[in-house]
């Protein structure tokens, strides 16, 4: 089993910053890609972005791009999301996953964490 635990979401004026984190614990060893996924009320959970652990494989919803940074830390079974330039339409609950394998689709992850709520006021 593998635990992932999001931190750092809250209410942020239309232009502000935030930075969320994720915690992986448990059986974390065959987990080769840890990703962000966002939900609003009445949509669809969408794909923001994942990275593999070698840092090699990157990649970032068009929504997002040029605006959110992903990056892990090994050491610290974390990786972190740093979102700059928000927008309204970027309020949803924000989820962590992990995947055994390359994927950019929600059922592609095995593991999800409980989500964190981002509010973007205009």
């Known amino acids: 089993q593998v635990q992932l635990v999001e931190s750092g979401g809250g209410l942020v004026q239309a232009g502000g910053s935030l930075r969320l984190s994720c915690a992986a614990s448990?059986?974390?060893?065959?987990?080769?890609?840890m990703g962000w996924f966002r939900q609003a009320p009445g949509k669809d959970r969408e794909f923001v972005a994942h990275i593999s652990w070698s840092g090699g494989s990157l990649n970032y919803a068009d929504s997002v791009k040029g605006r959110f940074t992903i990056s892990r830390d090994n050491a610290k079974n974390t990786v972190y999301l740093q979102m700059n330039s928000l927008k309204p339409e970027d309020t949803a609950v924000y989820y962590c996953?992990?995947?055994?394998?390359?994927?950019?689709?929600?059922?592609?992850?095995?593991?999800w964490g409980q989500g964190t709520q981002v509010t973007v006021s205009s």
């Open positions: 996953a992990a995947a055994r394998r390359w994927g950019t689709r929600r059922d592609d992850y095995d593991y």
């Open positions: 448990g059986r974390t060893g065959s987990i080769y890609y």
